[in-house]
């Protein structure tokens, strides 16, 4: 089976919000829990608490999203591999990948382990390399076949049952 992709930088940044926005929400909350706890200690009155919290949650949030997307602009924009247009074949024994610069052949049996969401497949050849492939260039009958070949050779994976 053969699939074209190109990922484009608007399907980066989608992935990475998407991906770290719980992780993102949880530090920003973590914080502001422990300005709230050091602001009572210090005997602030509620509504310069609520105000200065807010405040702060806001300044911490928009700080957070510009590093963000100007770190994940500066990871796509150094990596020429993945804004190529890449083609992958899954075969039943492996998996060939063929960009514009790049071939790469890697076994089914070395794949760490694959997880599915509602819009990518994550191969992940150890615990921090993985190909990211965008489904929407897949046909559904596609997608099947793909979990079919990832169940037949015992690859550790989270897939979805859709």
Request: glycine share 2%; no cysteine; net charge positive.
């Amino acid at each position: 089976m053969t699939v074209k992709t190109q990922i484009t930088f608007r399907d980066f940044l989608l992935f990475h919000i998407k991906s770290s926005l719980l992780r993102l929400i949880l530090f920003l909350l973590i914080l502001l829990i422990f300005f709230i706890i050091k602001e009572s200690m210090d005997g602030s009155a509620e509504t310069d608490l609520l105000r200065s919290t807010s405040m702060w949650f806001a300044i911490l949030l928009l700080f957070m999203a510009i590093r963000s997307f100007f770190s994940v602009r500066f990871a796509f924009s150094s990596n020429k591999n993945i804004q190529e247009s890449i083609t992958y074949i899954f075969m039943d024994e492996k998996i060939r990948i063929e960009g514009e610069t790049f071939e790469e052949d890697f076994m089914w049996s070395s794949v760490y382990k694959v997880k599915e969401n509602k819009d990518w497949f994550l191969i992940y050849q150890n615990a921090q390399v993985m190909n990211m492939v965008p489904k929407k260039f897949f046909t559904k009958d596609q997608v099947l076949a793909l979990r079919r070949i990832i169940k037949t050779k015992k690859v550790k994976a989270k897939l979805r049952e859709d």
